[in-house]
């Protein structure tokens, strides 16, 4: 008899304990082997204090079992909370998610009936790296952290996923129209990987017009690979044009672990009265079944669904009158799906699981990059002042500056507003104050930018941050 496989499963928030009794439901008529752990995560525990979401035994479990099948959790309002998902995804280096989106037509209604989009995003970085801070009275401040290991890592898993599962086209969308160093280096990055793949076609979309054809005709998309931001916002927009953000089932996928959850949120608003659609956490169910070698189970749960939906039993978020036949509440559109168990869809394609290349991808490691020189070449002072003007602010601050380093630029917000500025520009009481190193005066050091700090302290001005500009193999590693 094959062994149970052991997973840790989390009931969640809102309407998560309904969707997950429906998925588990599933997934136990459907006779999958599973040893199943449970936690408690979310709202109830961040409110015991603890600011993960996630007590340490929690973690444990995960240790443990490495497969974590999640529904959704609320966060609470208030900035000494974190988010658990993102916790989670970088505490086990969960870096790809991964979100198949398809249309049913014409069992549920979408405007693109040939849609087949699978999302990839990098599920570590960017914003969502968590680095915020409230720097003046105001103006607040979020970092973007994009690196080369995180981009290499997510551009080989997509083209790889693509290899594994017959995708004809990978495309990359980034920002780096305005976001040069940051999206830049994904794109180059993803470059960099198409073209050890050139069976595979592969192509660059700014992510705003990228958006738009994807919500336009998502038809000419295959595999798309973003980073954390983009990903996040446009697979949603992706589960909804085919039909409801319901139906959208997601794998976080790393090297030693995986969760695998619903797309959608906690929807508070419906919790408890049994209209919330299961699809996108038995479809995430279908996604573990493969991740853990259970093939023949996920294609017969996933058919299962399929029937289901072409006969019509469709959750309120799907049903439309006259294409729906019955609007099911939560239970029993789980209900419908066991009863199908062992049919096929008639329309649809089915799945066949067990006959395709293996779903899990495990890409080969990051290459090692060569050694780069850096030189330290000036320094942004970052500065809260409201007392007068960016001229009487570059006035006093050229005077603070030593032998070997040189007021060159003020900006306000990005914008730069000395030596020349427009009497339009609104300013706020954020500056960044640039100083770089003076011709002639040799290797610069950070002595060199403590007595530059100590000048401009001592001349009465509030230094909120500073950060160190530096010249990587002779390329200036700043912008602006």
């Known amino acids: 008899m094959p062994v149970n496989t052991p997973i840790t499963v989390a009931y969640g928030d809102g309407i998560g304990p309904e969707i997950m009794e429906a998925a588990l439901f599933v997934l136990d008529k459907a006779c999958a082997k599973l040893d199943i752990d449970v936690i408690e995560i979310g709202e109830k525990v961040y409110l015991r204090g603890v600011t993960s979401g996630m007590e340490p035994s929690a973690f444990d479990s995960l240790r443990r079992t490495r497969v974590f099948l999640k529904a959704p959790v609320t966060t609470p309002q208030g900035s000494g909370y974190t988010s658990l998902n993102v916790t989670t995804r970088k505490t086990f280096g969960l870096y790809a998610n991964v979100r198949p989106c398809m249309s049913y037509h014409p069992f549920i209604a979408t405007k693109h009936p040939r849609m087949d989009v699978v999302i990839i995003r990098e599920n570590e970085e960017d914003l969502y790296a968590g680095i915020e801070h409230r720097q003046t009275a105001q103006v607040c401040q979020c ?28 495309s990359c969308f980034t920002k780096d129209n305005i976001m040069k160093m940051t999206d830049g280096l994904f794109h180059k990055v993803f470059d960099e990987i198409a073209a050890e793949y050139p069976s595979i076609a592969s192509e660059h979309w700014i ?16 595999v798309i690979v973003m980073p954390n931001l983009y990903g996040d916002i446009l697979s949603d ?15 976080n996928i790393g090297d030693s672990c995986a969760m695998f959850e619903a797309i959608h949120g906690s929807a508070p608003r419906i919790a408890g009265r049994n209209e919330a659609n299961p699809s996108g956490l038995i479809l995430a169910s279908v996604l573990m079944l493969n991740h853990i070698g259970q093939s023949g189970t996920a294609t017969r749960i996933h058919n299962a669904w399929l029937r289901a939906i072409e006969d019509g039993i469709h959750t309120a978020d799907m049903y439309k009158q006259g294409t729906s036949r019955e609007k099911a509440g939560t239970r029993e559109f789980a209900q419908a799906v066991v009863e199908r168990l062992g049919e096929n869809p008639r329309a649809l394609k089915a799945a066949d699981y067990a006959a395709e290349q293996p779903r899990q991808v495990k890409p080969p490691p990051t290459a090692q990059q060569p050694e780069v020189s850096k030189e330290l070449t000036g320094v942004d002072v970052f500065l809260c002042w409201d007392k007068g003007s960016a001229a009487q602010l570059g006035g006093a601050l050229t005077s603070a500056g030593t032998p070997a380093l040189r007021l060159r630029t003020i900006s306000n917000r990005g914008q730069n507003v000395w030596p020349h500025t427009s009497p339009d520009t609104f300013c706020t009481d954020h500056w960044r104050a640039r100083f770089t190193r003076e011709t002639g005066t040799g290797k610069l050091e950070y002595a060199d930018i403590i007595a530059l700090l100590d000048n401009v302290t001592r001349a009465g001005y509030e230094i909120i941050k500073t950060e160190n500009l530096y010249d990587f193999d002779g390329i200036p590693g700043f912008t602006g």
């Open 143 to 170: 970092l973007k952290l994009i690196s080369r290991p995180g981009c290499e890592k997510i551009a080989r898993y997509a083209f790889e996923y693509a290899a594994a599962n017959n995708r004809r086209k990978v």
């Open 237 to 251: 927009v992706a589960a909804q044009i085919t039909g409801s953000v319901g139906l959208g089932g997601s794998a």
């Open 207 to 222: 992510v705003d017009i990228g958006a738009a054809m994807l919500a336009d005709t998502p038809e000419n998309f295959d």
